[in-house]
T-cell receptor, first 114, second 111 residues
Framework: DAMVIQNPRYQVTQFGKPVTLSCSQT?????MYWYQQKSSQAPKLLFH???????NEADTPDNFQSRRPNTSFCFLDIRSPGLGDAAMYLC?????????????FGPGTRLTVL | GNSVTQMEGPVTLSEEAFLTINCTYT??????LFWYVQYPGEGLQLLLK?????DKGSNKGFEATYRKETTSFHLEKGSVQVSDSAVYFC??????????FGGGTRLMVKP
């Protein structure tokens, strides 16, 4: 089945130790998104890619970076995680066509910062 | 700008009760409207959608009707089950690919 896959599902890191979360998709969608979600609040968009075109949200901290080496994969790098970065990180994909575009979400990676 | 407001939870119901979760929106133009569901420890799943006024989205016994005159997209289910316990997010998509989410409503269904 076509899907969005996130690895790992659970990640534990230490304060200040860089961590990378990964997302892959078999949907061949050209748009990929990273969201941060805390405590069942609404997901907060961090950034997204239209193909290789990177779009950062204005209030996304510089501590968060992303890479998209090809259509299928996208990575979220947190350079120096703080306690406040503990959250669920959701990856999503969609197509780029006129009209509405449904976003397909992965299962998420829960990040714990010790 | 775009915004979505949904009723605060938690909503606690007994099994087989009727469910309504209110959602209203503010947007220019003609947004598409969505309900997403998030089960404990999981990502978001699309529950249903409507792309134009008077459309009714439905799935798994849930329904929502796109009401442009009241700018609403209320979620309803006639008989909830324990397995429906989750967080429900109303969202809109307007003139582009970005989703605007409501704050989420936690539903707890007791046997």
């Amino acid at each position: 089945d076509a899907m969005v896959i996130q690895n790992p599902r659970y990640q534990v890191t230490q304060f200040g130790k860089p961590v990378t979360l990964s997302c892959s998709q078999t949907l061949n969608h050209n748009v990929m998104y990273w969201y941060q979600q805390k405590s069942s609040q609404a997901p907060k968009l961090l950034f997204h890619y239209y193909d290789k075109d990177f779009n950062n949200e204005a209030d996304t901290p510089d501590n968060f970076q992303s890479r998209r080496p090809n259509t299928s994969f996208c990575f979220l790098d947190i350079r120096s995680p703080g306690l406040g970065d503990a959250a669920m990180y959701l990856c999503a994909t969609s197509t780029l066509t006129r009209g509405y575009n449904e976003q397909f979400f992965g299962p998420g990676t829960r990040l714990t910062v010790l | 700008g775009n915004s979505v407001t949904q009723m605060e939870g938690p909503v606690t119901l007994s099994e087989e009760a009727f469910l309504t979760i209110n959602c209203t929106y503010t947007a220019t133009g003609y947004p598409s409207l969505f309900w997403y569901v998030q089960y404990p420890g999981e990502g978001l799943q699309l529950l249903l959608k409507a792309t134009k006024a008077d459309d009714k989205g439905s799935n798994k016994g849930f329904e929502a009707t796109y009401r442009k005159e009241t700018t609403s997209f209320h979620l309803e289910k006639g008989s909830v089950q324990v397995s429906d316990s989750a967080v429900y997010f109303c969202a809109l998509n307007n003139a582009g690919n970005m989703l605007t989410f409501g704050g989420g409503t936690r539903l707890m269904v007791k046997p």
